[in-house]
């Protein structure tokens, strides 16, 4: 069985940073591509970014381009999203999701069910 467990998000002011954990379990880690989905109240849920798990391909939202960064430690089976210049924008749920398909997280209509694993998710707020 699929867990993923986020931790890391909080609350940070406008121009911070904030790292994003995202613990994973109950699979063989490199075989899924993992990515973190966000989402804003009132709002639709976002793929932010994603790494592949056959050649570490990286994807990011057009909204976080240069801003976020995701990277993978296959000995610790743990993915990171390092956010900086943190926007008030910027403040939603953070969950983090695997799949063995990773246009998955592409999708504007994806549903936690989707996706074969779906964490619950971790707050970042952004505010002065």
């Known amino acids: 069985q699929l867990q993923l467990v986020e931790s890391g998000g909080g609350l940070a002011q406008p121009g911070g940073s904030l790292t994003l954990s995202c613990s994973v379990s109950?699979?063989?880690?490199?075989?899924?591509?993992i990515g973190w989905v966000r989402q804003a109240p009132g709002k639709e849920r976002e793929g932010v970014s994603y790494i592949r798990s056959s050649d570490r391909t990286t994807y990011y939202a057009d909204s976080v381009k240069a801003r976020f960064s995701i990277s993978r430690d296959n000995a610790k089976n743990t993915v990171y999203l390092q956010l900086n210049s943190l926007k008030p924008e910027d403040t939603a749920i953070y969950y983090c999701?695997?799949?063995?398909?990773?246009?998955?997280?592409?999708?504007?209509?994806?549903?936690?069910?989707?996706?074969?694993?779906w964490g619950h998710g971790t707050q970042v707020t952004v505010s002065a």
């Open positions: 999701a695997a799949d063995r398909v990773a246009t998955m997280f592409l999708d504007p209509s994806m549903e936690p069910d989707d996706f074969d694993g």
């Open positions: 109950g699979f063989t880690f490199d075989t899924y591509t």
